[in-house]
């Protein structure tokens, strides 16, 4: 067993033999920030009294829900038969949203440590960031985690890794990150097995940015790995992508408090200040060098994120839409892949296009915005960005339904990905179910063990961005997991369905969908909207229309009792009141035509979930 | 000038019924008052309403409830006689009470008409049996008929009050209730939609699916057809609750309220609005009789209207009226108010010719919707 590191290597001389970089794979909740809590306390660079429960989420949202949105590195000793180490633990999110950050990464370590629930087995995602690291050429560490737990199984799941990655049952650690058992024997492990970096100590510098931060006191925090050369405090440095040069201010290591240091060597991985106040400035895969001594070539697997979902977000007052553009405006300097226009809705007033790399990015900026700029917003229901080419042969690319062309349309593309869900084999058939109601095609199905069944589909994006996710955990009690990428885009037989409010279009209400499934959705919308609209003093026919052609009809009938019967002596204070009651609930009114529609409607129609079976109107 | 109006609020009753929110005791609730106090009580008030107010003649006088005719009928006469002594009651002053059914005969009656009384306002309700159980009401529904006859023998001016939409209630017993009304011939109807008030006994049956909710299609159906039966039996609604033979019988009292007069009203839980403050009286008779004892008025809730408030008060009380609302008040609370008029005249809700000549008033539809229509009127 290990003992702590008596003294530290110094951060910029420490030779790469002595360097391990890696990262832990994990599925959410399998205790991959618990693991690296511990890995904080027993390195000793963390001391119990600072302990908290996931020492290296930061955000508020991340500790919540247990899950790590922005990644992070932390440098640890750690001594093995006489020899000091630095260990550099690279945290990556775990969400299919944030692939491109996972992958970059990855590419700044040697080694993985697969992390998985002995209680649970492999999931999806885990599969996904699984194959990632191996095509970087990881040394993968399989971990069984959670081995105190009586439900755990590690002899079944130490099997079905070894399966997967190869090699022997018996070689697969077990730990708790929660009691800490086998914690020291996966550092050992960790020295042992991983590679130490390689790189050329005098060739021009080349760092890997794989994580930059925003950071309300020193501006962006932006995370390297070193690949060549060295850099030093003081000196200008230069992104490659944009050919922007900074002066690096302050250059240290996290452990796993900002550290200054007087550089950064090869193999290692730390953090740069530059003082610039806008993570673009600073984007994830961009390679960093020098003034004085230029790189040539930047390092491989450099991409602009992309967003795969937009959805538009307005503030429910009116009046706060200043307040949410400055609100945006903010975000976006720590969130590099939130995009965003403003965009105006005959029905919502002002408010955002915005776009995202996929649904957990959307419902995190969301709670984001109300949580920390104490916004109240209504967010439209998520699409994707179609390609559509008219016969007239213009092209249009549409990423709000109301944008979709009116005229005659020669085709539709649509994105597509490729899903991979993993499910005991109980659950196979509702999965092909739910997958083929989507629209899905089956691209294989193999059994990963005993019990378990992986399937692929190619599915449309539009498909699967509403609820196919709350729809496949329910319809699986939980057991299923899901992971996706992007997989091009496929013409697809595509209609835009507009609900009409006594005949005004309500756009917030548009959807783009497949044709078989236009009246569905035309069905579910207009019912939905008879329930959720009060009564008018005027009857007010709710339509769905694909163009001209009605495809479903509903009406509210109109109010026609709005009055009290009374109104003596002490009625007359009570009315009073009443009316100024009222006063203030038509401020949550927004007005579709002459049709009065409550907010709370439009945040129903336009939530995911089952329509909650109300009181009938008559 | 504001003319000056008496109330006297009798808030005792044999037993409550499921429906009614109002201000009022049965003999187990009064927790030890005695309804005998209640002159005593009563002169008090009148006394310090007195030096309050000053000398101002009454023009109209109104005893309700509660149930008045559950005092004997010659402490009515003399409540009405402290009344007379402190304020003086105008030549020709329109002096009604609400009359239970149950509770008058022909003696009691004839007690009311020499003290002065002149008008008779009956706690009818339903003549149907159903849905006077379902309303909880205990009276005899023929007993109307008879006290109406004798009422009408003294010479009283005579009014029923009736209720439709009561849980259950249906088109025909609705109908039933309202021939059997206009058979008694009396001078005026009132008919109120069924209110379910919060924290009633019906309240918690309807919450609790005992009782079906009332339907308002159904009541809207019940005042078109009352309002049509009525104008053909000769009647004229002058409020959206009330319809007289003609213009002298139309209750002035109410009126009153209506168009903002000034007002005393005396009792427990009693309403008043002089010179542009509102008050009401605590609602026990113990704390009542408390607060007099101490020699104090015994108001909570005062308020000073402000001129926007009494501006939206008197155009929330004079929409609801045959004569409509002036226009003109409006104008100076609603910045569109053009806009709101056009659409309401456009959808039939206020009559077009009367808006041109400066006035709000209600069409039958309008009537149903009169408060969608104030709250357009006033923008809100």
């Not at chain 1, 240290?252 to 003082?275: A, C, D, N």
């Not at chain 1, 706060?320 to 976006?332: F, G, I, Q």
């Not at chain 1, 996929?358 to 984001?368: A, D, K, P, S």
Request: charged residues 25%; aromatic residues 8%; proline residues 5%.
């Amino acid at each position: 067993m290990s003992p702590r590191a008596k003294t530290r290597l110094e951060p910029a001389k420490t030779n790469p033999d002595f360097i391990r970089n890696f990262c832990i794979i994990a599925h959410i909740d399998h205790g991959k920030s618990t693991l690296a809590d511990r890995m904080l306390q027993l390195t000793g660079v963390v001391d119990d009294r600072s302990m908290r429960a996931q020492y290296l989420d930061r955000m508020d949202i991340e500790r919540e829900r247990g899950i790590t949105i922005k990644s992070q590195a932390v440098r640890m000793p750690w001594e093995l038969d006489g020899q000091t180490y630095a260990l550099n633990m690279i945290d990556t999110p775990g969400h299919v949203d944030f692939t491109y950050e996972v992958s970059r990464s990855l590419a700044a370590c040697e080694g993985a440590v697969l992390l998985v629930d002995a209680a649970q087995g492999i999931e999806a995602q885990t599969l996904a960031n699984l194959y990632l690291a191996m095509e970087n050429d990881l040394q993968i560490i399989p971990v069984l985690n959670k081995i105190d737990l009586p439900a755990a199984q590690p002899e079944k799941y130490a099997e079905e890794l070894a399966n997967l990655i190869g090699g022997d049952p018996a070689d697969c650690l077990r730990v708790s990150g929660k009691t800490g058992i086998g914690v020291d024997a996966l550092l050992d492990k960790i020295i042992r097995t991983v590679p130490h970096p390689v790189g050329d100590p005098n060739a021009p510098a080349r760092a890997m940015i794989f994580d930059s931060v925003y950071d309300s006191y020193r501006g962006v925090v932006t995370y390297v790995r070193m690949i060549d050369g060295h850099l030093a405090p003081r000196e200008k440095i230069q992104m490659m992508s944009t050919r922007a040069v900074h002066e690096a201010l302050e250059i240290g290591v996290s452990s796993p408090e900002p550290e200054p240091t007087k550089g950064l060597g090869v193999g290692e991985v730390g953090y740069l200040i530059t003082g610039v106040k806008d993570v673009r400035q600073s984007k994830v895969g961009d390679t960093v060098t020098t003034v004085a001594k230029p790189a040539t070539e930047a390092l491989k697997g450099y991409s602009e994120p992309l967003p795969m979902v937009f959805s538009g977000i307005y503030p429910i007052d009116g009046s706060d839409y200043p307040n949410l553009r400055e609100a945006l405006d903010k975000l976006k300097l720590s969130d590099a892949a939130l995009v965003y226009e403003p965009e105006t809705s005959v029905a919502l007033g002002f408010g955002f296009r915005c776009g995202f790399l996929g649904l957990l990015h959307l419902e995190i900026v969301t709670e984001r915005l109300e949580r920390e700029f104490g916004l109240d917003l209504i967010a439209t229901a998520p699409s994707v960005v179609y390609e559509v080419t008219m016969d007239t042969g213009t092209e249009i690319t549409v990423t709000n339904p109301s944008e979709f062309p009116t005229g005659k349309v020669k085709k539709v593309l649509e994105p597509m990905v490729k899903a991979t869900i993993l499910a005991p084999k109980d659950y196979v058939g509702v999965i092909m179910e739910l997958c083929q109601g989507r629209r899905g095609v089956m691209i294989d199905m193999q059994y990963l063990g005993e019990d378990r069944v992986q399937l692929r589909y190619t599915l449309p994006l539009a498909e699967i961005v509403f609820d196919f996710f709350d729809q496949l955990k329910s319809k699986t009690q939980g057991y299923a997991s899901l992971d996706y990428e992007e997989d091009g885009l496929a013409e697809g037989d595509l209609v835009k369905v507009d609900i009409l409010l006594q005949g005004d279009q309500v756009d917030a209400f548009s959807a783009i969908v497949h044709k078989d499934k236009a009246y569905a959705y035309g069905v579910l919308m207009t019912g939905k909207l008879r329930e959720l609209i009060p009564r008018q003093q005027f009857e007010v026919p709710i339509q769905a229309a694909i163009g001209a052609r009605i495809i479903a009809r509903e009406s509210i009938r109109a109010m026609r009792k709005d009055v009290l019967a009374k109104c003596y002596g002490g009625d007359i204070s009570r009315k009073r009141k009443l009316l100024e009651k009222q006063k203030e609930g038509k401020k949550r009114m927004k007005m579709v035509g002459r049709v009065e529609v409550p907010q709370e409607a439009f945040i129903a129609a336009l939530s995911t979930g089952d329509e909650k079976k109300g009181d009938k109107k008559k | 000038m504001s003319t000056f109006h008496g109330y006297v609020h009798v808030p005792f009753c044999k037993v409550r019924c499921g429906y009614c929110d109002f201000n009022t005791y049965t003999a187990t609730e009064l927790q030890g008052y005695p309804q005998t106090a209640f002159i005593s009580n009563l002169q008090v008030e009148i006394e310090l309403a007195k030096q309050s107010v000053g000398d101002r003649e009454l023009q109209t006088i109104f005893f309700g409830g509660g149930t008045p005719t559950l005092l004997p009928a010659n402490e009515l006469a003399e409540a009405l006689e402290l009344l007379q002594r402190n304020f003086g009651i105008a030549d020709g002053a329109e002096i009604t009470t609400e009359a239970n059914p149950d509770t008058v005969d022909e003696s009691y009656l004839k007690t009311l008409k020499s003290a002065g009384f002149n008008r008779l306002s009956f706690g009818m309700q339903s003549a149907v049996p159903e849905v006077l159980a379902t309303l909880e009401r205990t009276h005899n529904p023929a007993g109307v008929a008879e006290n109406v006859a004798i009422a009408k023998r003294l010479e009283f001016q005579t009014s029923v009050d009736l209720i439709y939409g009561a849980p259950g209630e249906t088109m025909e017993q609705w109908q039933e209730s309202v021939h059997a009304a206009l058979a008694m011939q009396t001078d005026h109807i009132s008919a109120y939609a069924l209110i379910v008030e919060p924290a009633t006994k019906l309240a918690r049956q309807i919450a609790s699916g005992e009782k079906p909710q009332p339907d308002e299609d159904l009541q809207a159906d019940k005042y078109e057809w009352l309002d049509y039966t009525l104008a053909e039996a000769g009647f004229e609604w002058y409020e959206l609750s009330n319809w007289s033979r003609e213009l002298g019988t139309a209750s002035r009292h109410n009126m009153a309220y209506w168009q903002g007069m000034d007002w005393w009203g005396f009792g427990p839980g009693a309403h008043s609005h002089v010179a542009g403050r509102r008050w009401s009286n605590v609602k026990h008779p113990t704390t009542y009789a408390k607060h007099l004892s101490e020699g104090q008025i015994p108001s909570i809730d005062g308020e000073l209207l402000s001129v926007i408030e009494q501006q939206e008060e008197r155009a929330m009380l004079e929409l609801r009226l045959k004569a409509g609302l002036q226009l003109d008040v409006v104008k100076s609370l609603n910045e569109s108010h053009a806009k709101a008029v056009s659409e309401l005249v456009a959808d039939g809700l206020i009559d077009g010719r009367q808006a041109l000549q400066g006035r709000a008033v209600l069409t039958l539809q309008g009537r149903l919707l009169a408060d969608f229509v104030l709250r357009k009127l006033l923008g809100l």
